[in-house]
């Protein structure tokens, strides 16, 4: 029987969770592992300053006090035992989505990347809405994208992001990650004993986005499937860099 381990950032209560769980009892035995509340945000983050803890519901779902990552390392190393780990692992269905340099803040991304560097697939899953979430194609989507997956593998160390737009649905697009279309904005308060605290939000402006990446895909109404690796090098720039003096006369490292 096929095993899938299910997570997110959203929280184990999550809506997008459970119709994502729901779904993927099609395909094989399902065990959720999740954070207990929501950690939207917390990128590739591992806890390593204090003690975790696991809350385990029944015998399929876990909560953690943790990130997404903390979720994928418990899971497959301390809840599920050796012989009935996952074949797969899918994260989401995140509320909002997960587009180009967002994904390197989705905690929805990292638990598919976390599982990936454990040597199982990892497939993260964003509907992109910000409100009237309706997480019923996505869920679908979710399906078909897990059962090619196990049937045809993925490349080592690849994950697929996968981005699914609202409304209509007009096809697949296999794409590149494009250019965040969005600026940090900082507000400042005081709190009730005087001191200056700051929630960080974005400012989302209108951009030309690019032919072939996801934000394109996404506004044409396409699902938009992205391969993301762990390797960040940028292979391109290794022969530039290398050309670089100090690289040939290591005693310019010694000056200034």
Known sequence: MTRILVTNDDGIHSDGLQKLEEAMRELGDVYVVAPASEMSGASHSLTLARPLRIRQLDNRHWAIDGTPTDCVTLALNKILPPEE???????GINHGGNLGDDATYSGTVAGALEATILGVPGIALSLV????????????????AAKK????????????????????????????????NARPVITEHIDPR????????????NTNSAEGTDYYAVEMGYVSVTPLRSDMTDHQALTAIETWNYLKEPELLQKG
Request: proline share 7%.
């Open 149 to 180: 997956v196990l049937e045809e593998g993925l490349p080592e160390g690849t994950l697929l992001n996968i981005n699914i737009p609202p409304g209509e649905i007009k096809g697949v697009k296999v794409t590149r990650q494009g250019i965040k």
């Open 129 to 144: 809405a910000r409100d009237h979430f309706n997480f019923a194609a996505a869920a679908s989507i979710a399906v078909t």
């Open 194 to 205: 005087g001191k200056p605290y700051f929630w960080i939000g974005e400012e989302y402006f």
């Open 85 to 91: 780990l996952p074949d797969i692992c899918v994260s």
